[in-house]
């Protein structure tokens, strides 16, 4: 709704839920969920200093299996004459005489659904002593364990809001403020990505550079190493061998024609 915080928006969609869960409750079920947080907890205090729920379990008004499984051995060793699980008024009267068990005003004349304040789901929802147990139901549901807290006065609501609408706008602001100051920051990273890839290439050419003319005296020195090693001398003297033959032809060949005519 305009003007309305998150947190009271949660609450409103809360009541009504609980309050539609509620409704379809009959009996004992209904009369344990209107019963006040306070008066569930003390409950559960009663029935572990009776032993008959764990120590290990904390009292937080949410009837869980734990509990459950407590109502069920109190009712059937008190001989109660209902046994489902649900601590209705009569049960409440009998396991604390002083416990006020009468409903609580807000389920005595509901409020509307957007003055509602959070309530408890159903008494099934899992809380200090684990998940429901698997126990009859009345009506097809399970019975509410909540508190019902007095719902807010308009003023408060108001003061609540116009304290909430400045911090909004201070957020506000520095979400937009934020935004202006990375701007920067990421042209600044974009410029330093390109001078580094620039920078890399400029680099790579000169280390190719300054490299060139030790690779040539490599490859030099290599040549000479090949030149005098024993399949370079091999070459050479083969080569010498074969200089030496033709040369020879040569010799062989003028000392011919030159006899020639004087024999003529």
Known sequence: MQGESQAQCYQRVVAQVADRYRSRLTGRAHEEATRPIDAHIALQRKLQAL??????????????????????????????SSRDGFLGDDDARVLMPDLAVAPAPS??????????????????????????????????????????????????????????????????TAGGLFSLLSVPFWLLGAVIHMCGA?????????????????????????????????????????????????????????AQSSEFPSRQ
């Open 51 to 80: 032993g008959f729920l764990p120590a290990a379990v904390v009292p937080d008004g949410v009837y869980g299996e734990a509990t459950r499984r407590a109502i069920l051995r109190w009712q059937e060793q008190a001989g109660q």
């Open 107 to 172: 389920e005595a004349s509901p409020s509307p659904p957007e003055r509602a304040a959070p309530r408890q789901a159903e008494a099934g929802t899992v809380g200090g002593d684990g998940p429901v147990a698997s126990i009859p139901r009345q009506s097809g549901t399970a019975s509410a364990a909540g508190p019902q807290p007095s719902p807010p006065s308009p003023d408060s609501t108001a003061s609540q809001q116009e304290a909430a609408s400045p911090q909004t706008e201070d957020h506000e």
């Open 198 to 254: 620039v920078l890399a290439g400029v680099w790579h050419v000169l280390i190719f550079i300054l490299l060139l003319p030790v690779r040539l005296v490599r490859l030099i020195w290599s040549f000479i190493t090949w030149l005098f090693s024993w399949k370079g001398l091999l070459l050479l003297i083969v080569g010498l061998i074969v200089n030496g033959l033709r040369s020879a032809e040569k010799k062989d060949d003028s």
